[in-house]
């Protein structure tokens, strides 16, 4: 199932806790497919920003769910997140 994150960061931390092997799509910018342990999705804490007030997501636990996804609804093409997916 998908869930959508946009200005609720505490029900996007409470999904993040619920779900250790889920993917998550930050699609504020360029729309980019994470695992939910990837550190750069903290980042906007560290820069004193919301993590969904800017940052809006899309989550679930499965990965395929989330690379079909219309581009329309995303922004854009979606790519793979070079910290969380090195090979």
């Known amino acids: 199932m998908v869930e959508k994150f946009d200005k609720d960061d505490k029900g996007y931390l409470e999904w ?6 889920g993917y998550i799509v ?17 980042n906007p804490i560290r820069k004193g920003l ?3 007030n800017d ?18 609804q995303v922004g854009g093409e ?3 997140c070079g ?3 090195r090979s």
């Not at 993040?16 to 092997?21: D, G, I, L, S």
């Not at 939910?36 to 999705?41: I, K």
């Open 78 to 80: 979606l790519t793979l």
């Open 16 to 21: 993040r806790k619920e779900h250790p092997n």
């Open 26 to 42: 930050n699609y504020y910018w360029e729309p980019k497919l994470h695992r939910v342990n990837c550190g750069s999705l903290l």
């Open 83 to 85: 910290l969380c997916f």
């Open 50 to 52: 919301g993590l969904t």
């Open 55 to 72: 940052y809006p997501k899309i989550c679930s636990n499965n990965r395929s769910e989330l690379e079909s996804l219309p581009q329309e």
